[in-house]
């Protein structure tokens, strides 16, 4: 019998120690501005530094006060967020957390988020054990009430507003009341990328969610993410960028707070919270002067709440909620020139190459080379799409490289050539190397600088459509050396579309200039 009084001693211990653990953090004060759901530093996790778990508000003794819920099993939900800047981080943390009134602010999120310019992806797992609550709708009912430590703080703030008592009172109470608390454990694994990798990678996964913009920061043109769409799209759930760290808040033995609900200070100084004034006034804890002055002190208390973010300098959450910007700049520029000696060329109507282009002359055509593979942070990769460039160097990830010979003339050959030029052979004949690629459709708009006008070559029988620009397609035709039989091999790998035959080359250049600009600036080949 000793025996089994002492293991039902030890189970009802075991109970109230559960129950206590329960209600620990309901009725208690939050800050709201230091408040995470995502734990204490952005890259550790644990219990919300928003939560005062020592300062209670609320009495909860009475019977009837507190509702729970409690599993036995492990329900398990999963989720995914991306935040890019405070304001997507505040919306992602509401979720944790239920709120009338302030906003959050987390410094170092945005100072992440909107100076670094980093994404974080984050996948969740949550396991829900149970929730408590406290029956505010039995408040007025059962007399529910304030614990004597919130009323003997509350009675000394003056009836009028005191900017600073208030917000000392704030800082120590904070500036909200847990209402209902879901009790559990997660675990966040959090990756992050940069902006730059992130924009290619929404533009790779899913192009349609990705559009050309205006300036930005300095730059002539910028790349927009529309968030909303991403967020519907299947390649949200998509993993990118590399590891960062694991955040856990609880554990399956010692659950933590993993959702919040809270209501604003001033929602507790209410009559109906203050039916028992008596008890207070006869143990001393207020005087009858401090209460009648209680209306007063809730319009200060509501006050200091909307006052108390400015009052801290506690920034802003900048941040983009439906687009996210990123500026263009040319992908991975040095001048030269290229002549050579033809005795037939023609060339389309429209042509506004820089050079020099005479009908049965020679053609001096110009061209821009990148010579660093980086000029910026903003720089992305060639986009996917149907294209040639000119080829210096290695091609750009996802080009495949090819070339182009012609046969100049042997009689009165004026060939020349200066500055950095195209990878290729210029001598008295000519063979000049590209960088092309398939991997899209032309009719698919790829994204390219758009404040000032270039030119790509045709890779197939249409020119590569580009967001936010005109396109005119122009052509070259030019004969070779005339031979009766000639065994020189003209063209290898993947080079621009020839149209010409045995002995004439035709190439088509496809003119870009900005869709709210006239098409008579001079263009400089890509």
């Given at each position: 019998?000793?025996?089994l009084?002492t293991?039902?001693?030890?189970?009802?211990?075991?109970?109230?120690a559960?129950?206590d653990?329960?209600?620990?953090f309901?009725g208690?004060?939050?800050?709201?501005?230091?408040?995470n759901?995502d734990?204490?530093l952005?890259?550790?996790?644990?219990i919300?530094?928003?939560?005062?778990?020592?300062?209670?508000?609320l009495?909860?003794s009475p019977p009837h006060?507190v509702?729970s819920?409690?599993?036995?099993?492990?329900?398990?939900t999963?989720q995914t967020s991306?935040f890019?800047g405070?304001?997507?981080y505040?919306n992602?943390?509401?979720?944790g957390?239920?709120?009338g009134g302030l906003?959050y602010?987390?410094?170092q999120?945005r100072e992440q988020?909107?100076n670094?310019r980093k994404?974080f992806h984050?996948?969740?797992?949550?396991c829900n054990l149970?929730?408590?609550?406290?029956?505010?709708?039995l408040?007025?009912?059962?007399?529910f009430?304030?614990?004597d430590?919130?009323?003997?703080d509350i009675?000394?703030l003056?009836?009028?507003y005191?900017?600073?008592?208030?917000m000392?009172f704030?800082?120590?109470?904070g500036?909200?009341v847990?209402?209902?608390?879901?009790?559990g454990?997660k675990?966040i694994?959090?990756?992050?990328s940069?902006?730059?990798?992130?924009?290619?990678h929404?533009s790779?996964?899913?192009?349609?969610?990705v559009?050309?913009?205006?300036?930005?920061?300095?730059?002539?043109a910028?790349l927009?993410v529309?968030f909303d769409?991403?967020?519907s799209?299947s390649?949200?759930?998509?993993?990118?960028?590399?590891?960062q760290?694991?955040?856990?808040?609880g554990?399956?033995?010692?659950p933590e707070?993993?959702?919040?609900s809270?209501?604003?200070?001033?929602?507790?100084?209410r009559?109906v919270?203050?039916q028992?004034?008596?008890?207070?006034?006869?143990?001393?804890?207020?005087?009858?002067?401090?209460l009648?002055s209680l209306?007063?002190?809730?319009?200060?208390?509501a006050r200091?709440?909307?006052d108390?973010?400015?009052y801290?300098?506690?920034?802003k959450?900048?941040?983009?909620?439906?687009s996210?910007?990123?500026s263009?700049t040319?992908?991975l520029?040095?001048?030269?020139?290229?002549s050579f000696?033809?005795?037939l060329?023609?060339?389309s109507?429209y042509?506004?190459?820089?050079g020099?282009?005479?009908?049965?002359?020679?053609?001096?055509t110009?061209?821009?080379?990148?010579?660093q593979?980086?000029?910026?942070?903003f720089?992305?990769?060639?986009?996917?799409?149907?294209?040639c460039?000119?080829k210096?160097?290695?091609?750009?990830?996802?080009?495949?490289?090819g070339?182009?010979?012609?046969?100049?003339?042997?009689i009165?050959n004026?060939n020349?050539h200066g500055?950095?030029?195209?990878?290729?052979?210029?001598?008295?004949?000519?063979?000049?190397?590209?960088?092309?690629?398939?991997d899209?459709l032309p009719?698919?708009p790829i994204?390219?600088p758009?404040?000032?006008p270039?030119?790509?070559?045709?890779?197939?029988?249409?020119c590569?459509?580009v967001?936010?620009m005109?396109?005119?397609?122009?052509?070259?035709?030019?004969?070779e050396?005339?031979?009766l039989?000639?065994?020189?091999?003209?063209?290898?790998?993947?080079?621009?579309?020839?149209?010409g035959?045995?002995?004439?080359h035709?190439?088509h250049f496809?003119y870009?200039?900005?869709?709210?600009r006239?098409?008579?600036s001079?263009g400089i080949?890509?």
């Open positions: 019998p000793f025996n009084w293991a039902l001693a030890l189970a009802l211990t075991l109970t109230f559960a129950a653990e329960s209600t620990k309901l208690v004060g939050y800050n709201l501005l230091t408040g759901p734990g204490g952005i890259s550790r996790g644990g919300d530094p928003g939560l005062l778990y020592t300062r209670k508000i009495d909860l006060a509702q819920e409690s599993r036995q099993s492990c329900a398990r999963r991306v890019y405070g304001k997507s505040q992602k943390l509401r979720r957390v239920s709120v906003l602010m987390f410094e999120a988020t909107t670094e994404v984050d996948d969740q797992l949550t149970g929730r408590v609550r406290f029956a505010e709708e408040a007025h009912a059962y007399s009430g304030v614990t430590n919130f009323a003997a009675c000394k003056p009836s009028f005191d900017k600073h008592k208030y000392t704030l800082d120590e109470w500036t909200h847990t209402l209902e608390v879901e009790l454990y675990n694994t959090r990756h992050e940069s902006l730059t990798q992130f924009v290619e929404v790779q996964s899913s192009g349609t969610d559009s050309a913009g205006g300036s930005y920061m300095g730059f002539g910028s927009q529309n769409d991403f967020q799209s390649s949200f759930q998509t993993q990118f960028g590399s590891y760290t694991t955040l856990t808040t554990t399956p033995s010692l707070p993993i959702g919040l809270v209501q604003p200070m001033d929602h507790f100084l009559d919270y203050w028992n004034t008596t008890l207070f006034t006869a143990s001393g804890v207020c005087v009858p002067s401090d009648a209306s007063s002190v809730r319009i200060n208390m200091a709440v909307a108390y973010a400015a801290k300098m506690a920034p959450p900048l941040g983009w909620t439906l996210l910007s990123l263009l040319l992908p520029s040095l001048s030269l020139y290229i000696s033809l005795s060329f023609y060339h109507h042509i506004v190459f820089t020099q282009f005479a009908v049965d002359d020679n053609i001096e110009h061209y821009c080379i990148k010579g593979d980086q000029a910026t942070e720089d992305l990769d060639w986009p996917k799409g149907d294209y460039i000119a210096y160097g290695p091609c750009p990830r996802g080009f495949m490289q070339w182009l010979y012609w046969d100049d003339e042997d009165s004026a020349d500055g950095y030029l195209p990878d290729g052979v210029y001598n008295s004949n000519t063979k000049m190397e590209y960088c092309c690629r398939n899209s009719t698919i994204s390219l758009t404040d000032s270039f030119y790509l070559l045709r890779h197939s029988r249409t590569q459509r967001q936010g005109n396109t005119v397609d122009e052509f070259v035709y030019w004969d050396q005339y031979v039989i000639s065994y020189d091999v003209k063209s290898g790998g993947f080079h621009p579309f020839d149209d035959d045995a002995h004439n035709k190439l496809c870009y200039y900005p869709l709210a006239s098409s008579g001079d080949i890509g």
